[in-house]
């Protein structure tokens, strides 16, 4: 056995030297990277030139990096000094970006829409130069420089005046847009149509872009009829409402009958953006225009997806919703129905039956996944068809359709059906009762991710879902879900065994409106003893932190006491001071002397925010600690780079205190007072459960063993006045006991007692003295039922009274009979005799100390 250990052993660290010499030849190249004394001499230059001159002459001899940073740095130069920044620095640029490589393209694009945009120069003094150099680097040959440098021209085309755009973009756009330029420079065009027609007026756009727009709709490449499609919208905005029906929407008609699919798409699109325009454009009669036209357009176009292009469907079923109710009004019952049933045909798209609780079909993977797409997409629309369908016919219309959303296969269709149900419920009102079984469903759901999209508004859900449509609110009257307490405390259950506590954590937040919802009766049996569970389960506080002091902060493993590190970062923000320097903060400082550089390196970073938990006066000693920490680190540390850091971490904690505002340090110090009386409440009322607890406990065994001496004790009793005046004293005294009780009970909180007091007292026979007895504090005592309760009553009085020697009444039990008592008493002779002697020797004790109290 030892020779396998040590087998192993030497596996080990025969291992762990394979690895160091593996970053010994990692380490190699790096050593060969460093700068030689001629290439630094190459990088120096002259501390006398200044910033002007430094940028040329780096621009001109200077090596790629210094270059880029020159470039970086253009709109600081040009703050500081613009007239000689653009004679001098920005021809210098205009040359290096001739034969400048990717990251110097895209820097430079950078800069010179930070020179454009912020104002930093006169537009009309240096605007040519700029745009010259931004119009050059469009037609790079690397893609991702030519866009860089478009979007640049874009967005400075707001910042630009009219007269600017027109002398310097208009003119050279005609000549890029021509069908002899690349598809590159075709594309930059039309995007820059679409960005300029805002700027200008409707005769304008109408005269001089209108014939490039045409021009770049009907272009042979599908990609630039494609783009130029998406900027119709702009286009149409900017010529007004006069010119769009004669001239945007012939455009769109034809480019929807486009042979590529990317085309038509992109002309549906631009159609459904411009609804609310063309309701007003179409005139004379905008519900025959819009019969006439949009229908059938929006019609050939769905039905062409939905037989042979899969691809695009996606799209279409994501506009739907947008696309029915911007077209509702003008729909005749016919067109309306199509499209209803339409949308039911793509959410049952990829299922073998017209159902969801079935599996999808043995497709092609990636065909599964656009149906599913499409689905999902169904799903997120739904709320807006059950306003095309009216929310009255939803039980005939839509109730299959959206069962089979919340049961579909694909957990992301149910979980978008989750996200939207709060909105289904709102439309319903008063048949939301027809939803109750697929809310059940989807609170059951096996995938966490539904219950979590169901959790966003799960409160405002079960409250509308319990409320016969009357609204959320006290005053509404609950409806008995079925199944829906069950598929609470399933979901809960199943939150909780999971790992995403943050989903069992928002469950249980949304378990606030239970008694909105709930009968009361329900919430005692099915989730009170539940709640307590998670409770007493999640706060045993002292077990966890010696837990964490014995596997992380004195682990044997430096990971795990570098992890006790960083759980001391958090609990610093989460807990109040005293209770980190209570809990943390004397095990941190001990790891001053850890073995492992690694831990004291972090421990040196950390000094300061532990320095800031310690309050004085009162944490005196744990400063001295801390003192003496880095004092031991100074002195004896061995490592360079902890060396280095404790030494700058001193010059930080002498600092502290001065360098840090009032109202920063005041705040601090309030935030810090709130945690502390948070802390202080939660332990106050975990206390008094413990004690109510075991008062509870105690006095359950006092009652069983008083019930089984009343037994004993009946069994003797005779005659018929005895037994009346025994029921009389039960049950005044019974009274006594009650009023006792609610009066211990409310001075709990602010003086609570022990527990063997508060239970002896509690289940102990009272009646106030009616002040024949000359004692100030003390009490006499008389058995109540028989002589087996004398002994327990007399070591309480005797305990009491040893335990106070200033006894007072609100601190001690008081077991007082009053001696003007007309009750009579069963017992013997002895029982007087002894009840006598026990009543002088009371009363004399409390006439000596009424005495004593005067001497």
């Known amino acids: 056995m030892f020779v396998s250990k040590m087998t192993l052993n030497q596996s080990g660290l025969f291992g762990q030297i394979d690895d160091l010499q593996d970053l010994t030849f990692i380490e190699r190249p790096i050593r060969r990277s460093l700068k030689t004394a001629e290439e630094i001499d190459k990088l120096t230059v002259d501390e006398d030139l200044n910033d002007i001159e430094r940028a040329v002459y780096l621009l001109s001899s200077g090596q790629d990096v210094q270059r880029a940073s020159v470039i970086v740095n253009l709109p600081t130069l040009v703050r500081q000094n613009p007239a000689e920044t653009f004679r001098r620095v920005v021809p210098?640029?205009?040359?290096?970006?001739?034969?400048?490589?990717?990251?110097?393209?895209?820097?430079?694009?950078?800069?010179?829409?930070?020179?454009?945009?912020?104002?930093?120069?006169?537009?009309?003094?240096?605007?040519?130069?700029?745009?010259?150099?931004?119009?050059?680097?469009?037609?790079?040959?690397?893609?991702?420089?030519?866009?860089?440098?478009?979007?640049?021209?874009?967005?400075?085309?707001?910042?630009?005046?009219?007269?600017?755009?027109?002398?310097?973009?208009?003119?050279?756009?005609?000549?890029?847009?021509?069908?002899?330029?690349?598809?590159?420079?075709?594309?930059?065009?039309?995007?820059?149509?679409?960005?300029?027609?805002?700027?200008?007026?409707?005769?304008?756009?109408?005269?001089?872009?209108?014939?490039?727009?045409?021009?770049?709709?009907?272009?042979?490449?599908?990609?630039?009829?494609?783009?130029?499609?998406?900027?119709?919208?702009d286009i149409a905005r900017g010529i007004g409402l006069d010119h769009t029906k004669a001239v945007v929407l012939p455009e769109l008609v034809e480019l929807a009958r486009d042979e590529g699919s990317t085309v038509r798409l992109a002309a549906f699109d631009t159609i459904i953006n411009l609804l609310e325009m063309f309701d007003s454009a179409l005139s004379p009669s905008p519900v025959d225009d819009r019969t006439r036209v949009i229908f059938p357009l929006v019609k050939t176009f769905c039905e062409k997806c939905f037989k042979a292009d899969e691809a695009v469907l996606a799209s279409l079923s994501f506009q739907y919703g947008k696309l029915c109710h911007g077209l509702s009004a003008c729909f005749t019952e016919e067109q309306h129905l199509w499209?209803?049933?339409?949308?039911?045909?793509?959410?049952?798209?990829?299922?073998?039956?017209?159902?969801?609780?079935?599996?999808?079909?043995?497709?092609?993977?990636?065909?599964?996944?656009?149906?599913?797409?499409?689905?999902?997409?169904?799903?997120?629309?739904?709320?807006?068809?059950?306003?095309?369908?009216?929310?009255?016919?939803?039980?005939?219309?839509?109730?299959?359709?959206?069962?089979?959303?919340?049961?579909?296969?694909?957990?992301?269709v149910r979980r978008t059906a989750a996200e939207g149900f709060h909105e289904v419920v709102k439309l319903l009102g008063p048949n939301v009762h027809y939803v109750h079984k697929e809310l059940v469903t989807l609170l059951q759901d096996d995938s966490l991710e539904v219950l979590d999209a169901l959790l966003n508004h799960l409160q405002e859900t079960l409250e509308l879902a319990t409320s016969r449509g009357e609204g959320a609110g006290p005053e509404s009257k609950l409806v008995n879900v079925p199944d829906l307490v069950?598929?609470?405390?399933?979901?809960?259950?199943?939150?909780?065994?999971?790992?995403?506590?943050?989903?069992?954590?928002?469950?249980?937040?949304?378990?606030?409106c239970l008694p909105r919802v709930v009968p009361a009766d329900q919430i005692y049996f099915r989730f009170l003893q539940r709640m307590f569970n998670i409770i007493t389960t999640n706060e045993q506080r002292q077990e966890i932190l010696t837990k964490i002091m014995q596997e992380l902060g004195q682990g044997r493993s430096y990971w795990n006491r570098l992890r006790y590190l960083d759980l001391c970062e958090i609990a610093m923000e989460l807990f109040s001071k005293s209770y980190f320097c209570k809990n943390f903060l004397i095990q941190a400082l001990e790891l001053v002397s850890d073995p492992v550089a690694n831990v004291r390196y972090k421990l040196c970073h950390m000094l300061p925010r532990l320095r800031s938990t310690i309050r004085l006066p009162a944490d005196k000693h744990l400063l001295q600690q801390l003192e003496f920490c880095v004092r031991k680190l100074l002195c004896r540390e061995k490592d360079k780079d902890v060396v280095a850091t404790i030494r700058k971490i001193v010059l930080e904690l002498d600092k502290m205190e001065i360098t840090e505002p009032y109202h920063k340090r005041h705040e601090r110090d309030l935030l810090d007072q709130k945690k502390e009386k948070e802390e202080a409440l939660l332990l106050e009322m975990e206390m008094l459960e413990r004690q109510q607890s075991e008062a509870k406990l105690v006095g359950e065994k006092h009652s069983e063993k008083k019930r089984r001496d009343s037994k004993t004790g009946l069994s003797g009793t005779k005659g018929m006045s005895g037994s009346t005046s025994g029921a009389t004293l039960s049950t005044s005294a019974g009274k006594e006991m009650r009023k006792a009780k609610l009066a211990r009970s409310r001075s709990l909180s602010s003086h609570p007692t022990t527990p063997k007091m508060s239970n002896s007292s509690d289940k102990s026979l009272k009646v106030k003295e009616s002040g024949s007895c000359p004692g100030s504090g003390k009490s006499s005592m008389l058995a109540v039922n028989d002589d087996t309760m004398r002994p327990h009553h007399y070591s309480v009085a005797s305990s009491s009274s040893s335990m106070s020697p200033t006894p007072s009444t609100s601190s001690m039990p008081v077991l007082i009979r009053s001696n003007t008592s007309s009750s009579v008493d069963h017992r013997g002779n002895g029982g007087k005799d002894t009840q006598s002697r026990k009543l002088s020797i009371q009363r004399k004790s409390n006439s000596f100390g009424m005495q004593s109290g005067r001497e």
Not at 372 to 377: D, G, I, K, Q, T
Request: hydrophobic share 45%; aromatic share 8%; charged share 20%.
């Open 92 to 233: 210098k640029v205009r040359e290096v970006l001739h034969v400048a490589g990717v990251e110097m393209q895209l820097a430079a694009a950078s800069s010179f829409l930070t020179i454009l945009q912020d104002d930093i120069i006169l537009i009309q003094t240096h605007t040519h130069s700029i745009l010259q150099i931004v119009l050059l680097n469009l037609d790079h040959r690397e893609t991702v420089v030519s866009n860089a440098w478009l979007e640049t021209l874009l967005a400075s085309i707001d910042a630009l005046p009219k007269e600017t755009i027109r002398q310097e973009i208009l003119s050279p756009l005609v000549s890029k847009a021509q069908l002899s330029q690349s598809v590159q420079a075709r594309l930059a065009s039309c995007r820059i149509l679409g960005k300029v027609a805002g700027k200008f007026d409707s005769s304008v756009v109408k005269k001089d872009l209108l014939p490039l727009v045409r021009s770049l709709c009907q272009d042979v490449e599908y990609e630039v009829r494609s783009c130029m499609c998406r900027q119709l919208e």
């Open 339 to 412: 499209f209803l049933e339409f949308y039911k045909k793509l959410c049952f798209l990829g299922l073998q039956h017209e159902n969801g609780h079935c599996e999808s079909q043995a497709y092609q993977l990636e065909l599964e996944n656009k149906y599913a797409m499409v689905r999902r997409n169904c799903a997120y629309n739904f709320p807006a068809m059950m306003l095309f369908a009216d929310p009255n016919h939803f039980l005939s219309e839509l109730y299959r359709t959206f069962s089979s959303l919340c049961h579909d296969p694909e957990i992301s």
């Open 486 to 512: 069950p598929a609470l405390v399933a979901a809960e259950q199943k939150a909780a065994s999971s790992l995403r506590w943050r989903v069992h954590e928002r469950l249980l937040h949304c378990y606030a």
